[in-house]
């Protein structure tokens, strides 16, 4: 008989860690529709051309990467997973880098000019130690013969670390009370980001707990090689970016930083000496995750609001054919 299909039982949940990120997920759900970006125009405004520069292309960087996830990161992950849960949790993360990678577009078409925007995509598109990321993640996401285990750590190398070159800028504005809208989307990314990394963490530290000893040394060792060769690379590309506003330490700070929560996630020693303390305090006032509740309507918040749920009714599928004149 040919193998059968086993239906996924909520009822009866193996992980308990799998049911709370969904829920945990479920109830943090955004859409970058509803966050009025409009309102950031006259900030945007007061900006020289050199930080309108940096906003527009750390938001292509970011662009790029959230791309990645969403089209090779969670498909990678989901062949290795150990229940059907944990599927379920990853198609949602899936579904929401999708999100993220869109978002970017929302700020762009709302602060940049056509022509401003085709340049970003052009540069997100070839530029090189942007490439390298991208490029050394997702060849490891694709190729079959890489350890499971090793994928997961190069997610939460890219999450919880390769991200905040970029993301260093909107929570600057922000503990600066400006671009206050774009940031929003920012945290609510920070938001999923920092418990996607929790989660997918975890997932590394089981399997890892299941090698012998050697198993578990061989990894660490490579972990921390990939770690130096992803920040050597980081360095240039924080130079890049960041030399022309003169922020270039301190957002090396912040990175080396968020390595080490990125080690924390897969249970593992901090690599750099740098602390929360060490860290622009401003910027860290902006990366609390809580969210200033955004009202659709006016930019008086009180947090970003769910949709009003009704009940579907037959008038709702009079949908007009656009054909019909
Ligand atoms: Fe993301
Ligand atoms: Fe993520």
New binding site residues.
Partial sequence: MAKKYKAINWNQVSDAIDKATWEKLTEQFWLDTRIPVSNDIGDWRTLDTDHQWLVGHVFGGLTLLDTV?SEQGMAALRKDVITQHETAVLNN?QF??SVHAKSYSTIFSTLNTPEEIDEIFDWSDSEEFLQNKAVRIAGMYMDDTVDPLKKKVANVFL?TFLFYSGFFTPLYYLGHNKLNNVAEIIKLILR??SV?GTYIGYKFQLGLKQRSEKKQQDMKDWLYNFLYELYDNEEKYTHLLYDQVGWTEEVLTFIRYNANKALMNLGQDPLFPDTAADVNPIVMNGISTSTANHDFFSQVGNGYRLGQVEAMEDSDYNVKDPNEK
Avoid: Y
């Fill in positions: 996830q993360i929401m880098e999450e999923d980001e996607h």
